[in-house]
């Protein structure tokens, strides 16, 4: 008789115990973009910002559009994962990991891009020395340093059973392993250490995530430039990021399920709850544009309104409207009705939703500063190649550290999947049963 | 099992060590920022109630993560160990 709890760990650990030409040929294809982005970087760093497009008074373009973007992202990972645990969604088990990979992967590539902006990093040393909380950009170094350091304790702590059967089972790798393993083996006393340990995990990190990624709007909001000064912006970019991350998320499962025949643990209903969860949050993304846009309209303020009408039908009505094209009606047209093709419409839909978040983003940070409150010439900004290779180079990285984590440890979670199998079915039965009423004893 | 005492479970055991402290370390050293910036805020007057709140509310944060990871360390790699 086949051994399920061998036979599941094989299948999970393969990723890590064989490599394939395909890994390799996607290490040199991603190389390539991050050489581009290193060249680009290195011509920056040599004649300094000018060779971007970034000019007065649109002194923010691609890389911080990319900073809020990739941030956003993070919040795929340690938010989704810490509610589902802590709602106790049984379907979570195969997701979480992938989920708080991309929290950890990201944030580095988004506290990156403004070094990048910069132009000259030794400055950040200056912000170390001599910030002053007066700024918000201070307030997004502590919520972000906070966030990365909550976010890898989030991802390792789980991660900790797992590396103790690659400690036993795989034969490489050992001293390292068995370090991180901290001498795991499983008995009740570490399972109930663990398990408390994830459960404070989970509640920390949830205030965290969102207080970051607030943090981040007031850069924006806390300034009385036009279309930025707004109360909403807090809940807004919040709601932005769980739907861009939410998507992120999807398009990374769908890539390693096809790459590493994940296909008996990511199965089309993981796909349509995360879309229908993807639904949600569009239609909530749009209720608070839609809030934001109304408000600065009926005001009627004169700077508000060229900066709305720039947006609506001026110089950046393509990004614009392709923003509500990729935010709301392509998931609308995608995910209204799951019943076939689950995983080719939600995939749709997410890649839509990447696009039109990127956009959104763009079209937060550009306009505004083309129509600045101060009397400035007006100005259309252009990026360069150089902060389109920065760009390229920054997604290639962020895609080049996820496919090397795969290599180092499981994807998916080994001792989540065996929880569900062999505890998990039970205690759902049992708590379904304790939702009911009681059986009234006496009736047929 | 692979007897506590050989030379390899000492290694493993000092490399464990070495990277709980620095993690203690790391966090320390992000809260000595915070306190800097909260020392020359107020030293200068310059708004030392932002420089003051922010911290509050931070420095908790981290430790908290400082103690969940102590937290582990010692319930699986010393206390689990010796169990």
Known sequence: MVDHKDAHEDILLAPIAHTGPGFYWTVAGLSVFILWGAIAYLVQFYYGLGVTGLMQPVSWGFYVTNFVFFIGISHAGTLISAILRLSRAEWRRPITRMAEVITAMVLFIGAGQILVDLGRPDRILNVILHGRYQSPLLWDATSISAYLTASLTYLYLPMIPDIAILRDRLGKWKLFYSVLALGWTGTEAQQRVLNRAIAIMCVIVIPVAISVHSVVSFVFSMTLQPMWHSTIFGPYFVVGAIFSGIAALIVAMIIFRKTYGLEPYLKPVHFRYLGQLLLVMSLLWFYFTFAEYLTGYYGAEPEEMKVFWAKFSGPFWPYFWAMVLCNLFIPLACLVRLGRHTVGKVLAASLAIIVGMWLERFIIVIPTLSFPRLPFPHTVYTPTWVEMGEFAGSLALFALFYLLFTKVFPIISIWEIREGREEGVKEVEERIKSYLPDEIKGTA | ?83
């Open chain 2, 1 to 83: 099992m692979e007897n506590l005492h050989s030379p390899s479970a000492q290694l493993i055991r000092k490399l464990q060590w070495i990277w709980m402290i620095g993690f203690i370390l790391l966090v320390l050293g992000i809260i000595t920022w915070f306190i800097h910036l909260m020392r020359t805020a107020i030293w200068l007057g310059d708004v030392p109630s932002a420089a003051i709140g922010i911290p509050v509310v931070a420095i908790p944060i981290f430790l908290a993560l400082a103690s969940v990871v102590f937290y582990v360390f010692w319930g699986l790699a010393v206390r689990g160990r010796g169990q």
